[in-house]
């Protein structure tokens, strides 16, 4: 079914205007009586249907509350700026396997350099990517993306309850599955390394902010590839994907 995010929480009747309301009626060609699946920024999800129909405005009537399909904990995945388009495709999947949010963050060995006009830019694409995978993989929110930050950045807005976790290919790192057997926690941030992954220097920063350092086997993986098999991961060992 497909589904739309409402601005604003879930109510007996919502009017949807603009892009949302033209890509309703002109690209689905829907019609009064159709049914759709809604989001709320309440974060609830149901169904709704189309009462009344114009170019610019699409009244809803909201048929029943559904289960949330949000994780049992929050993932927000620090991404270090890799090169290409990369940052597209771990934006879409990490969005499907349900991170929270995703923060782009510039390292030591990063290639890639954004001015102030690119990065506003990649962040209205990454967003709008974010979007499209929300409602193709029915989340009950939009993750945001942004803003670019750099590790010294990322570190003073964490909360003490948050577990930060770093991938990372060096010495003195602890198993990923060790981790995540201990106590539960419901709030995490995931720090990704770019291509060259993060120097020595900036591992034991991130150890000296609390961070664990930890990897994923004896293999060495793609950046885009890293980021989005350990959010599985935690995912899975939280009691999300089919896991506990």
């Keep these: 079914m497909r589904r739309i995010f409402i601005q604003g929480p879930l109510t007996d009747f919502m009017d949807v205007k603009g892009e949302t309301a033209r890509h309703i009626g002109l690209s689905l060609r829907m019609a009064v009586g159709s049914t759709l699946g809604v989001a709320g920024q309440d974060g609830r999800c149901g169904e709704a249907e189309i009462v009344r129909i114009t170019p610019e405005i699409v009244t809803l009537a909201l048929k029943n509350i559904s289960a949330s399909t949000e994780p049992p904990v929050d993932v927000w995945l620090a991404q270090a700026l890799p090169k290409g388009d990369k940052m597209d495709f771990i934006v879409q999947k990490a969005v499907e396997l349900g991170v929270k949010g995703i923060i782009p963050l510039q390292t030591q060995h990063c290639i890639?350099?954004?001015d102030e006009a690119?990065?506003?830019?990649?962040?209205r694409r990454w967003q709008k990517i974010s979007q499209e995978a929300a409602q193709q993989s029915g989340r009950g929110?939009?993750?945001?993306?942004?803003?670019?930050?750099?590790?010294?950045?990322?570190?003073?807005?964490?909360?003490?309850?948050?577990?930060?976790?770093?991938?990372?290919e060096g010495t003195g790192r602890q198993g990923l599955r060790s981790l995540l057997?201990?106590?539960?926690?419901?709030s995490w941030i995931l720090i990704v390394g770019p291509e060259g992954g993060f120097s020595e220097a900036e591992a034991e920063y991130c150890q000296s902010k609390g961070a664990c350092l930890t990897g994923l086997?004896?293999?060495?993986l793609r950046t885009?590839?890293?980021?989005?098999?350990?959010?599985?991961?935690?995912?899975?060992?939280?009691?999300?994907?089919?896991?506990i």
């Design 181 to 186: 057997t201990q106590d539960f926690c419901d």
């Design 141 to 168: 929110v939009i993750p945001a993306i942004g803003p670019f930050v750099t590790m010294q950045a990322l570190f003073e807005h964490v909360s003490p309850e948050t577990r930060v976790l770093t991938l990372y």
């Design 118 to 123: 690119k990065q506003t830019e990649k962040l």
């Design 224 to 243: 885009e590839t890293a980021g989005l098999a350990a959010l599985s991961a935690i995912m899975y060992e939280c009691g999300d994907l089919g896991g």
């Design 217 to 220: 086997g004896s293999r060495i």
């Design 112 to 114: 890639v350099r954004y």
